[in-house]
């Protein structure tokens, strides 16, 4: 099936510092990728659409300029959180629409693992 | 837009019971549900999904329905067994060309099964 990576995995750091966060879809290419947050124990808020070639959408209340997305390739989608603030902590997880593994299903969403970010 | 309710936000069973969870959603126009488990930590991985032109599917002791009318659907595990303990998640969305349609979410259920 399709795989979504991400990377780092856990990030510490200082407020005031800038983080990218690395979405790769591994062995499917994917035009669109899609940028979620998670707090504890709630739902995924998606924060914008990335889509390769081109501007990314952003949902409504995120900051285009304070979370940069570059989705420079087909298979590469990067978030930079910048000038990071602890209300920034949070859990950030890319997705990928692709094929699905799961029988008879496609179109389906292929999340990378998550990204740990807490800021200091 | 498209939003999605999910009840309950948190269900506990005893193991060897069946679970239900319940979403609704408001635009017509949806035609993909997918249901995602995730456990803590991990990432949303999909156990199920359903499009429109089908009432119900069922895959070993999961199985999802869709009633279109109403706009619900639900999941429904049966046999409930510990490792089945984490958070799941509804998705309603419109399945487009090139799969660059966007999932509107529901909040979350947190599923605990007790031993």
């Known amino acids: 099936g399709a795989v979504v990576s991400q990377h780092p995995s856990r990030v510490i750091c200082k407020s005031g510092t800038s983080v990218k966060i690395e979405c790769r879809s591994l062995d499917f290419q994917a035009t669109t990728m899609f940028w979620y947050r998670q707090f504890p124990k709630k739902s995924l808020m998606l924060m914008a659409t990335?889509?390769?070639?081109?501007?990314?959408?952003?949902e409504q209340g995120v900051e285009k300029d304070k979370f940069l997305i570059n989705h420079a390739s087909l298979t590469l989608s990067t978030l930079t959180v910048t000038s990071a603030h602890p209300e920034d902590s949070s859990f950030y997880i890319c997705?990928?629409?692709?094929?699905?593994?799961?029988?008879?299903?496609?179109?389906?969403?292929?999340f990378g693992p998550g990204t740990r970010l807490t800021v200091l | 837009g498209e939003n999605v309710e999910q009840h309950p936000s948190t269900l506990s069973v005893q193991e060897g019971d069946s679970a239900v969870i319940k979403c609704t959603y408001s635009d017509s126009a949806s035609n993909y549900f997918p249901w995602y488990k995730q456990e803590l930590g991990k990432r949303p991985q999909l156990i199920i999904d359903?499009?429109?032109?089908?009432g119900e599917k069922k895959d070993q002791r999961i199985a999802v329905t869709l009633n279109k009318t109403a706009k619900h659907f639900s999941l429904h595990i049966t046999e409930t067994q510990p490792e089945d303990s984490a958070v799941y998640f509804c998705a309603a969305s419109r399945s487009g060309s090139g799969g660059s349609y966007i999932p509107t979410f529901g909040r979350g259920t947190s599923l605990i099964v007790h031993p």
């Open positions: 997705s990928a629409p692709g094929l699905a593994a799961y029988p008879s299903s496609t179109d389906t969403q292929y």
């Open positions: 990335s889509n390769e070639g081109s501007k990314a959408t952003y």
């Open positions: 359903i499009r429109s032109n089908v």
